[in-house]
T-cell receptor, first 113, second 113 residues
Framework: EAGVAQSPRYKIIEKRQSVAFWCNPI?????LYWYQQILGQGPKLLIQ????????DSQLPKDRFSAERLKGVDSTLKIQPAKLEDSAVYLC???????????FGPGTRLTVT | GENVEQHPSTLSVQEGDSAVIKCTYS??????FPWYKQELGKRPQLIID?????GEKKDQRIAVTLNKTAKHFSLHITETQPEDSAVYFC????????????FGKGITLSVRP
């Protein structure tokens, strides 16, 4: 089966610019997650979707980050405007149900200069 | 919220020796505990998980033990090989419909040939 797809793989932007990431989960997976992984740390959950509804976005900086999963399949994560501290790898993951194995995508490495 | 800590932060073992990585968690309601392996520049991948209704689970050279009273769980790798060198993340969640996975900061395991 195809894995979780993400694009772009790398992105370099200047602070105060905007950026968007795209994720296509494994077919049939109802739950989709966006994580931020700063170098040397574990993944931190930003937002969790169950189909197209938000289950948890308590750690999403809502003044600058937004995410959507309109048709319950693909998802986009946007940062506007970006800050230097947003430099990280943004990982998308999906699972068939909550509290099951999460399958991670390759991630998008964002560098904010 | 849940707080997951890993000890030690780095571990170096000789090839063929055993490695034990320990995690502690704070939320007594957590009941799902996965371990992910992340090789340099790659995505995290699940290697083993355990639920609170069992105390131990084994899969070939890898085992996980859970002590709910003490709120800690450990990853055991026997007969370590150089390809076991990676960052290992433990995580915990309540496992319910709206639960989220909280990751530790990761432990870097180095297996010396």
């Amino acid at each position: 089966e195809a894995g979780v797809a993400q694009s772009p793989r790398y992105k370099i932007i200047e602070k105060r610019q905007s950026v968007a990431f795209w994720c296509n989960p494994i077919s049939g997976h109802a739950t989709l997650y966006w994580y931020q992984q700063i170098l040397g740390q574990g993944p931190k959950l930003l937002i969790q979707f169950q189909n197209n509804g938000v289950v948890d976005d308590s750690q999403l900086p809502k003044d600058r980050f937004s995410a959507e999963r309109l048709k319950g399949v693909d998802s986009t994560l946007k940062i506007q405007p970006a800050k230097l501290e947003d430099s990280a790898v943004y990982l998308c993951a999906s699972s068939p149900v909550v509290a099951a194995e999460q399958y991670f995508g390759p991630g998008t490495r964002l560098t904010v200069t | 919220g849940e707080n997951v800590e890993q000890h030690p932060s780095t571990l170096s073992v000789q090839e063929g020796d055993s490695a034990v990585i320990k995690c502690t968690y704070s939320d007594s309601a957590s009941n799902y505990f996965p371990w992910y392996k992340q090789e340099l520049g790659k995505r995290p991948q699940l290697i083993i998980d355990i639920r609170s209704n069992v105390g131990e689970k084994k899969d070939q050279r890898i085992a996980v033990t859970l002590n709910k009273t003490a709120k800690h769980f450990s990853l055991h790798i026997t007969e370590t090989q150089p390809e076991d060198s990676a960052v290992y993340f433990c995580a915990a969640s309540r496992g319910g419909a709206n639960s989220k996975l909280t990751f530790g900061k990761g432990i870097t395991l180095s297996v010396r040939p």
